[in-house]
């Protein structure tokens, strides 16, 4: 019950929608628990009017309700006759379940309704925390699991902040209601009825463990089996092309299968609960009839109406304290999803918002003063003794063979990660002084594994800029070289684009990509590697589009070639984290035997070549 505390405070939120709920149980049961007093006046003034053979009158005067004593004084002042009498009483026994039903869909009104807030808001609070959380966190943790953790743990917490504690507190009430008036009827039936209940209590609380266990294998393996049908969708094309539909078939089938024996598991505990709880109740009720009876016969101590009230009270009591197994499966369902909850939300982003937050005008300078950097999850020191000096308006080349450190100054930069020593200035403030939400707001970066959203082109493109204009979306998609492409597609720009850009080429999609970092008209723009899919004469056309685009803006380019159509103001040879070459393009032309050197000669025999 500890990792429940956290959705305590959105009880508190609604507390006056539970107020009212709490109120419509009691409300609802009160009415219920006088139809069996009703009843038991009615057999009574029966008997004792008709003078049935073996009456005999109560020793005791039958307590009531006020307000079935009062219904009670009105019967006999209006003299009815009996037949009169037991129609009345049925009239009123149904009314009185009318008003138990009234109440009763007002309370599910309440209670059930401020369930679905609160989901709705545990949520939004969930997705809110996902977006704040920073990139080792998604490298740690699968989308299955993530989505997982959001609609089916957040579905299984409400059933306990809506019917879960419907349930439970019906329960007080009916117990309450209907203990209270048995105790005043007779203290000595009252305790043998009540005497298998203890019994119930000591196996809820054992079996209750035993079903909070299975609960979070339960969703342990669900999440697994969600990360492994979420993998199999996004990867079909991987998984057809190399033929391995059976394999992955086997391997989801074993997944599912130890789900399968997870929910059998607990779904034979259940089997045996319920059962257990309603043979318990059969037993009270088989024990209040036998001893009323003996009682009855001996000595006329218990009456017979008093034995037809008890046998109602405990009617009444089957369906709440059977569902004592339900709210307790359901609280202990929400328990182990919570706790699951419970490990993403207590999760502290690395990446912090200083307190106060800067937020400055970026003007386009950047220094990168002997930085550090190590993946934390891998051990993998990307980046060692780094140092960078790039002023306003110029451009920059980071060239470097895969798994150089190229990608990972592109990160720093927009401070999806913090450097592990060092620091990185923009116009001389350090980075981690400023708002991160406004220093990427002022920083377009075209990713070199481009994601495009199943949303239409446009919209793609206007990602960053929601405000944006159509021509503002055609001039920057004319930049990036794909609006004539855009034009030839049956909607054009709005054609809906499929999931992750499955629809396009990767040419396209990287076009896009860039037409989407184009719109922001930034003062620094990177690019990383994000022209590798398409053809050289493509290529040519964009980088002639964008010597005019980057004129005044301060540009880093990450590539694996050589733009000649670009004039860069410094190049950078990055090795195994390191800076082993810098300079123009001339000057590191005539390093001999340079790294730079040796790609420009090889890029030039390949040109040739094609």
């Known amino acids: 019950m500890k990792h429940l505390r956290a959705?305590?405070?959105?009880?508190?939120?609604?507390?006056?929608?539970?107020?009212?709920?709490?109120?419509?149980?009691?409300?609802?049961?009160?009415?219920?628990?006088?139809?069996?007093?009703?009843?038991?006046?009615?057999?009574?003034?029966v008997e004792r009017t008709l003078n049935l053979p073996g009456y005999h009158p109560p020793k005791n005067t039958p307590s009531y309700d006020g307000l079935v004593n009062g219904f009670i004084r009105w019967v006999k002042s209006s003299h009815f006759t009996p037949g009169n009498v037991v129609a009345l009483c049925g009239i009123t026994i149904?009314?009185?379940?009318?008003?138990?039903?009234?109440?009763?869909?007002?309370?599910?009104?309440?209670?059930?309704?401020?369930?679905?807030?609160?989901?709705?808001?545990?949520?939004?609070?969930?997705?809110?925390?996902?977006?704040?959380?920073?990139?080792?966190?998604?490298k740690r943790n699968s989308t299955g699991d993530l989505m997982n953790r959001i609609a089916e743990d957040v579905s299984r917490v409400r059933m306990y902040t809506g019917p879960a504690i419907m349930y439970l507190i019906n329960l007080i009430a009916v117990i309450a209601l209907a203990v209270f008036y048995m105790w005043k009827r007779n203290h000595l039936l009252t305790f043998y009825?009540?005497?298998?209940?203890?019994?119930?209590?000591?196996?809820?609380?054992?079996?209750?463990?035993?079903?909070?266990?299975?609960?979070?294998?339960?969703?342990?393996?669900?999440?697994?089996?969600?990360?492994?049908?979420?993998?199999?969708?996004?990867?079909?094309?991987?998984?057809?092309?190399?033929?391995?539909?059976?394999?992955?078939?086997?391997f989801?089938?074993?997944?599912?299968?130890?789900?399968?024996?997870?929910?059998?598991?607990?779904?034979?505990?259940?089997?045996?609960?319920?059962?257990?709880?309603?043979?318990?109740?059969?037993?009270?009720t088989l024990v209040t009839i036998m001893i009323g009876g003996i009682y009855h016969i001996r000595d006329h101590s218990i009456d017979l109406p008093t034995i037809v009230e008890f046998v109602m009270y405990i009617n009444m009591l089957t369906f709440p304290v059977s569902a004592i197994g339900l709210t307790a499966s359901m609280i202990q369902r929400a328990a182990a999803s919570q706790k699951r909850i419970n490990e993403f939300l207590d999760t502290v982003p690395t990446i912090r918002v200083p307190k106060p937050a800067r937020d400055l005008r970026l003007q386009g300078n950047i220094s990168f003063e002997n930085v550090d950097f190590v993946y934390?999850?891998?051990?993998?020191?990307?980046?060692?003794?780094?140092?960078?000096?790039?002023?306003?308006?110029?451009?920059?080349?980071i060239v470097g063979r895969t798994g150089s450190g190229?990608?990972?100054?592109?990160?720093?930069?927009?401070?999806?990660?913090?450097?592990?020593?060092?620091?990185?200035?923009?116009?001389?403030?350090?980075?981690?002084?400023?708002?991160?939400?406004?220093?990427?707001?002022q920083v377009s970066y075209v990713p070199q594994d481009v994601f495009l959203f199943s949303e239409t082109v446009e919209n793609n493109i206007r990602f960053g800029v929601p405000k944006a204009s159509f021509e503002e979306v055609e001039n920057a998609a004319t930049q990036a070289n794909i609006h004539r492409e855009i034009m030839s597609f049956p909607e054009g720009y709005k054609t809906m684009i499929g999931e992750r850009g499955v629809t396009l080429s990767g040419g396209q999609k990287q076009r896009i990509s860039i037409a989407r970092a184009l719109i922001k008209e930034p003062g620094l723009i990177i690019f990383?590697?994000?022209?590798?899919?398409?053809?050289?004469?493509?290529?040519?056309?964009?980088?002639?589009?964008?010597?005019?685009?980057?004129?005044?803006?301060?540009?880093?380019?990450?590539?694996?070639?050589?733009?000649?159509?670009?004039?860069?103001?410094?190049?950078v040879v990055l090795e195994d984290g390191a800076i082993v070459e810098a300079g123009t393009h001339q000057q590191l032309l005539a390093i001999p035997g340079g790294f730079y050197a040796a790609l420009y000669a090889r890029q030039q025999e390949s040109d040739r070549d094609n």
Not at 16 to 42: E, K
Not at 200 to 224: G, H, V
Not at 242 to 248: L, R, S
Not at 542 to 563: E, M, P, Q
Request: aromatic share 12%.
């Open 7 to 45: 959705v305590h405070k959105y009880f508190w939120k609604y507390r006056y929608r539970l107020g009212i709920g709490i109120l419509f149980i009691f409300l609802s049961n009160y009415f219920a628990v006088l139809a069996p007093q009703v009843t038991g006046f009615v057999i009574d003034f």
């Open 94 to 138: 149904l009314i009185l379940a009318l008003l138990r039903g009234f109440f009763l869909f007002l309370m599910r009104q309440t209670i059930i309704v401020m369930s679905r807030y609160i989901e709705f808001e545990q949520k939004n609070e969930i997705y809110q925390h996902y977006q704040q959380l920073d990139m080792a966190f998604y």
């Open 193 to 250: 009825a009540l005497a298998p209940l203890p019994i119930l209590a000591i196996a809820i609380y054992y079996i209750n463990n035993t079903i909070n266990k299975k609960s979070e294998r339960i969703q342990e393996s669900l999440s697994d089996l969600t990360t492994s049908a979420q993998e199999s969708y996004s990867g079909i094309r991987v998984i057809k092309s190399f033929v391995q539909e059976k394999a992955m078939l086997n």
């Open 252 to 284: 989801f089938h074993r997944t599912s299968e130890e789900y399968r024996k997870n929910a059998v598991g607990l779904a034979r505990v259940e089997a045996i609960y319920f059962p257990s709880i309603t043979l318990l109740i059969g037993i009270s």
């Open 376 to 397: 934390t999850d891998t051990g993998i020191r990307a980046l060692h003794n780094f140092n960078l000096q790039v002023k306003k308006g110029e451009k920059v080349a």
């Open 406 to 441: 190229k990608t990972t100054v592109t990160q720093l930069l927009l401070r999806l990660y913090d450097v592990t020593a060092g620091k990185i200035e923009m116009d001389g403030v350090d980075i981690r002084q400023l708002n991160p939400r406004s220093l990427r707001e």
């Open 528 to 571: 990383d590697d994000c022209l590798s899919a398409v053809d050289a004469k493509t290529e040519k056309e964009i980088t002639a589009n964008l010597t005019g685009y980057l004129k005044d803006k301060t540009a880093i380019i990450v590539t694996h070639r050589i733009f000649s159509l670009l004039q860069f103001d410094k190049i």
